[in-house]
Every structure is written in C-alpha cells, then in structure tokens.
C-alpha cells in the first residue's frame, strides 16, 4: 500500500475532518502549527468545507466560461470523449493517497458511471460503480425530509420548540433559549447548538494524544444519552436565530424527535419514507459496525502521528447517528435527489422551502436551505445546483442535482488523507461537473 508523508495534522486541519469536505478557505495560513489531539479531528470547520466545494464549482465556472473543454457536442469522439475524461479524472484521483473513488453523472444525452481503484485498504477488490459507502452528512438532506413529513402532517411547524418535542432536550438548551430553539433552526445550523462529536470521543479517551486509543474509541457504541451528555459539556455558541455555525448535534436532536413523535426508530422510518419510495435499493442506515454488500471499505492516514494507515472496519456509525449513518452508493443518492426535488417525497411547496438558503452570506456556511445547500451551477449563469456534502474519517463525498434533476453529479472516495490540506475529491469533481454543460 502506498505511503505518502504529508505536513502534520494540525489544529486547522483537524477542525475540516469529520462529515464535511476538508480545505483551508483561499489565503488561509498554511503553515504547520502545533499538532492537535487525536479527538479535534471530530471538529468541523463549515468556512473550510465551503470553500473546498466551491473552489471546484468556480473552477468549473472559469472553464465553462472559456470553453476550455470539450462538450459531448463538440467533440469529435462525441460522448466517448467525455466519459473518456471522466475515466481519466477518477484514475487521476485514486493515484494519489485514496485508496478508491466512484463517481456518477447524469444530463442529457450522457449517463455515466465509473470507478477506480480498489474497496480495501490492503488493495484487494477493485473498486466498482455501484459499491457502497458511508455518506455521512449527506444523511442530513434525508432526516430533513423525514422532519419535513411530519410538518405536512401536521405532527408540528417548523416554529415547534425542540424541548415540546424532546424532553431530554431541556438538559441541553439553556433555560432562556427554551422557546426559541425551533426545528426550523436546527435544520438551519442557525440554532447557537455546538457540535459535540469532539467531546463525544474525547470522554472515552484516557490519553488525549494517541493516536491508536481515538481510533479504538471509535468503535465503541454512542447512545443517545451519551450524545445528550456530550451536548451538555459544550458551551453555547450564540443566541437563536442571531448567527449560523454546523452542527452535527442539532441533526442528533432531530432524530430524537422523529422517534418521540412517531413510535419508530430513524433506520425505520428512512426505510419506509425515503428509501422505499425514492427507489434506494441499496441504501441503509446502520446502527452496528461493519458492511453489508460491496463496499469501499473506509481508512484514513495519518502520517507520522500515528501508525500511518488505518483501517476504520470496526468504526460504530453510532457516533454519528442521524446526523451521518446512512450507507448508500452514487446511483441511490440520485435517485434521492431526483425524488427530493421533483416532489415525489415532500409536496412541491415544501420542496420550494426546502431550496430556499436561510443562511445567504455566511462566513462559516453555503447557501444552506432545510437540510440542503446550493451552489452556483457553472453551466448556466444566475441558476443553482442543490445538495449536501459528506465525510467520514475514510471517505469523502458529494451529491448535486440541478432543479428538475435533469442534471446531476455525485462523486465519493474512500482512503481519506487526514493531514493534507487538500481536497481530493475536486479532482474528480470539476470534470463531473463540466460534463453536464
């Protein structure tokens, strides 16, 4: 297995490594600083996410603009140029640390799909277009849709306070802020709820420093009042409605509240609401270690902080849990998508306020609706393309769609590079995208 030495992880990279894309903004320092404990690699930093999205998309952009590619029209190979492309920037991606990248897209007159290098770690099993992986914060554009049902069922409002819905939610929301923590702010990130998936790992480390022991510990088991107490510890960011900062725990409560309100657990209910009727028959969410199918089986690489490469078999989505368990592959996540946006899981105008951004000029998120952000589409100026990003500690991914899903684009590898500063994935990501101009 390939052996790549990179700058140590440091205090800025390790707060872009979990359920997001990793990457310092433009102009950022890049100097190593201080290497962080182990358990900061749980930390999410949205302005290094947004950014790292949409550098590919601008990118994307400048090259649509200047016709510095070959559209399927345009070329004399026709479409086999552009899926030959395609094959090419996946293979250019699994040649660096990654270990496999899959990716898919859709438009007209061209539906593609590929993969490139192998499902495990030790290089066994070539990586296939229809393999699963874990999508992790992509689960949010699901749960969202699941909480959006019971709104047009009339189980609640957006306006609804989370402690009317949660109880256990009081121990976590200060006193003041009772009446106004509403769903809607938690699927915002507008709500002031720190993330807790850092103190969440940290309370079962002795050793803050090791490497070896924050990997073991991320395969223990997380209840929910273990995600409550780790909610707790955190102080609060922010009054409601005031500020935006992404928050994994929020999505946490959410889920809390869709089993208080309909008796059923979220693996359920994803099954019967989203899975089954968008047609993702290959999707789960898991709530137990290991793989079900052919699977990129996820590692991260840590340099010199650790023991280099590990293996992540044993990693217990319950860590994540409704803000990023499910497993799903790129033809199920635009079946999702497809099924989102047209209006065949929540009403059309639902679906309107799903797209619609609450947090337009953020410093630290895109332009984020209900569980689902967008992004310039750089095939038509002034248009959007909508969908969320993802990332476990050994896998990376994302999912756009434009509008009447006519156009879409999904990328994801696993064998995450956890002290690079870079952004693997855009480099499968830009050609993907000009594809659909």
């Known amino acids: 297995m390939r052996r790549r ?30 290497s962080a ?21 601008a990118e994307a952009e400048r090259r649509a603009s200047a016709r510095t590619f070959s559209a399927p029209s345009e070329t004399s190979g026709g479409d086999d140029a552009v899926t030959d492309a395609l094959d090419q920037a996946l293979a250019d991606t699994a040649a660096g640390v990654p270990i496999g990248v899959v990716g898919r897209v859709d438009a007209p007159g061209l539906h593609w799909s590929g993969a490139d290098g192998a499902r495990r770690l030790d290089g066994h099993g070539p990586a296939r277009s229809q393999d699963r992986f874990r999508v992790a914060s992509n689960t949010k554009m699901m749960v969202s849709t699941l909480v959006l049902q019971e709104v047009e069922k009339g189980t609640w409002t957006l306006d609804t306070p ?29 709500a002031g709820l720190p993330d ?23 395969g223990e088991e997380y209840t929910a009042a273990d995600h409550l107490a780790a909610m707790d510890d955190q102080p609060w960011l922010f009054e409601p409605g005031t500020d935006a900062s992404y928050s994994n725990a929020g999505y946490v409560l959410l889920g809390l509240a869709l089993e208080h309100a309909t008796g059923q657990s979220v693996e359920r209910l994803l099954e019967k609401r989203v899975f089954k009727p968008a047609g993702m028959r290959h999707s789960a969410y898991p709530d137990d270690p290991g793989y079900r199918g052919p699977f990129l089986r996820e590692a991260a690489y840590t340099g010199d902080l650790g023991a280099g490469w590990y293996g992540l078999d044993g990693f217990d989505p319950s860590l994540f849990g409704s803000a990023g368990a499910v497993t799903s592959t790129t033809e199920d996540l635009q079946r999702f998508t497809e099924a989102l946006v047209t209006g065949d899981l929540l009403e059309p105008e639902t679906v309107t306020d799903v797209l619609t951004p609450r947090t337009v000029g953020s410093q630290t998120l ?6 689902v952000y967008r992004l310039p589409d750089p095939c038509e100026e002034g248009a959007w393309l909508y969908g969320h990003d993802g990332a476990s ?20 590898l696993t064998g995450r590079d956890l002290t690079s500063l870079e952004s693997d994935l855009n480099t499968a990501l830009v050609p993907a995208l000009l594809a659909t101009c």
């Open 5 to 34: 030495m990179r700058t140590p992880l440091t205090v800025t990279t390790a707060a872009a490594l979990a359920l997001g894309l990793g990457a310092l903004p433009a102009g950022a320092d890049e100097r190593p600083q201080p």
């Open 366 to 371: 895109p332009d984020y609706g209900l569980g």
């Open 196 to 218: 807790h998936l850092s103190a969440l790992a940290a309370s079962r480390m002795t050793d803050p420093e090791d490497y070896d022991e924050f990997f073991d510990v991320l």
């Open 393 to 412: 500690f050994g896998t990376l991914s994302i999912t756009l769609t434009s509008p009447d899903a006519e156009r879409q684009v999904t990328v994801a």
């Open 162 to 190: 989370v402690v009317d819905v949660v109880p256990e939610a009081a121990a976590v929301v200060p006193d003041a802020y009772e009446d106004d923590v509403t769903l809607e702010l938690l699927l915002t990130h507008r």
């Open 37 to 57: 404990p182990p358990s900061a690699a749980l930390d999410e930093d949205r302005s290094s996410v947004a950014q790292a999205v949409a550098d590919a998309v």
